[in-house]
Antibody
């Protein structure tokens, strides 16, 4: 069955970067767009952007351009998102999703 | 960006009662393909979102048929014919027609 397994929680300092992963299984990784979604504490969901693993093509929410970088490793069926120049506003749970399927989320805490 | 407005913010219902959640979009979600990419997901407490309905009214295979979706253009509704204990959580509508994809603020279903 389709699974998206995300990397564990991260505690990072302000100004630093963090890279999280989303390992896909149960389907052909290169056939489907993978999106990343942010959920700040107790709040709704924000779409960050998406990547098409076959070509590396991306689409971004303008709000997250310059903040998020999306990449994939086709050899391991893994999607990555790196967030840069972190501030407290970036503290949130980040989900990868194939639309119909969601990862379990990665909690990022930005604190000195 | 397309604004998704959900009402009510919360619902408190007894088991067996019907539920209805409205989702209105600031622009038509009918795409150039002729499809309307309006989806519903449920986030149970402490869990990642789970798929419910795609393209307005299509239930995923594992979703009980007490759930139904309807609507067109800018107005959509999720209905539960008889609420069960496992239905509690926050329901979100989200659109995948226009970039950036956007989510409603959520409707919290609580049990009386």
């Amino acid at each position: 069955q389709v699974k998206l397994l995300q990397s564990g929680a991260a505690l990072v300092k302000p100004g630093a970067s963090v890279k999280m992963s989303c390992k896909a299984s149960g389907y052909t990784f290169t056939d489907y767009w993978v999106s990343w979604v942010k959920q700040s504490h107790g709040k709704s969901l924000e779409w960050i952007g998406e990547i098409y693993p076959n070509s590396g093509a991306t689409n971004f929410n303008e709000k997250f351009k310059g903040k998020a970088t999306l990449t994939v490793d086709k050899s391991t069926s893994t999607a990555y998102m790196e967030l840069s120049r972190l501030t407290s506003e970036d503290s949130a749970i980040y989900y990868c999703t194939r639309g119909a399927y969601w990862g379990q989320g990665t909690l990022v805490t930005v604190s000195s | 960006d397309v604004v998704m407005t959900q009402t009510p913010v919360s619902l408190s219902l007894a088991i067996g009662q019907p539920a209805s959640i409205s989702c209105k979009s600031s622009q038509s979600l009918l795409g150039t393909s002729g499809k309307t990419f309006l989806n519903w997901i449920l986030q149970r407490p402490g869990q990642s979102p789970k798929r419910l309905i795609y393209q307005v009214s299509k239930l995923y295979s594992e979703v009980p048929d007490r759930f139904s979706g309807s609507g067109s253009e800018t107005e959509f509704t999720l209905k539960i014919s008889r609420v069960e204990a496992e239905d509690l959580g926050v329901y979100y509508c989200w659109q995948g027609t226009h970039f950036p994809y956007t989510f409603g603020a959520g409707t919290k279903l609580e049990l009386k």
